[in-house]
T-cell receptor, first 110, second 114 residues
Framework: KNEVEQSPQNLTAQEGEFITINCSYS?????LHWLQQHPGGGIVSLFM???GKKKHGRLIATINIQEKHSSLHITASHPRDSAVYIC????????????FGKGTRLSVIA | DADVTQTPRNRITKTGKRIMLECSQT?????MYWYRQDPGLGLRLIYY???????NKGEISDGYSVSRQAQAKFSLSLESAIPNQTALYFC?????????????FGPGTRLTVL
């Protein structure tokens, strides 16, 4: 069983739709990352959070540590949001590297 | 200039050949990582290094070796490439005590083993 599960695996949306991508994890963590992988392959960090909610432009990330769950929301989606979104967690066990989910492939159609 | 660079960006090679992928960083970070990405499997950790004298195996180290030549350089070698090592390879860096163990990724190397 993967320690980090994302859903859905694939998502197609119409431009303007509100999008939610979910991440559940089974280990205790100190923080969680959301990453974006562009169609060309490059990976960038969107958010790092350990509690509550963060917002950047049309992107919102929330986390519930007790429920071991995080969501990434995209408001007013646009075709340029099409990418793979990856959840990664930092386990509590000291210097353990990041543990990644398999990613959610999002396609936003105009 | 990119902070984390990988060379080559694309490589096609034949089964049995030795291949080296190189990663350099100008961020001054002490931690460096090598990942591979396969469709449907996400990023998997091959090796990581927390400083020049520290090398650790990751989830899928078999068939790979690494060298940390300097703080800024971390190379990944495939001693005898095989077709199932065809994948996208990423190098990443991070800083001990850095913000939430943030990692910074290179642009990736697409490796095809025929």
């Amino acid at each position: 069983k993967n320690e980090v599960e994302q859903s859905p695996q694939n998502l197609t949306a119409q431009e303007g739709e509100f999008i939610t991508i979910n991440c559940s994890y089974s280990v205790g963590i100190s923080a969680l990352h959301w990453l974006q992988q562009h169609p060309g392959g490059g990976i960038v960090s969107l958010f790092m959070l350990s509690s509550g909610k963060k917002k950047h432009g049309r992107l919102i990330a929330t986390i519930n540590i007790q429920e071991k769950h995080s969501s990434l929301h995209i408001t007013a989606s646009h075709p340029r949001d099409s990418a793979v979104y990856i959840c990664a967690v930092i386990p509590n066990s000291g210097n353990t590297p990041l543990v990644f989910g398999k990613g959610t492939r999002l396609s936003v159609i105009a | 200039d990119a902070d984390v660079t990988q060379t080559p960006r694309n490589r096609i090679t034949k089964t049995g050949k030795r291949i080296m992928l190189e990663c350099s960083q100008t961020k001054g970070h002490d931690r460096m990582y090598w990942y591979r990405q396969d469709p449907g499997l996400g990023l998997r950790l091959i090796y990581y290094s927390f400083d020049v004298k520290d090398i650790n195996k990751g989830e899928i180290s078999d068939g790979y070796s690494v060298s940390r030549q300097a703080q800024a350089k971390f190379s990944l070698s495939l001693e005898s490439a095989i077709p199932n090592q065809t994948a996208l390879y990423f190098c990443a860096t991070g800083e001990t005590g850095g913000y939430y163990n943030e990692q910074f990724f290179g642009p990736g190397t697409r490796l095809t083993v025929l």
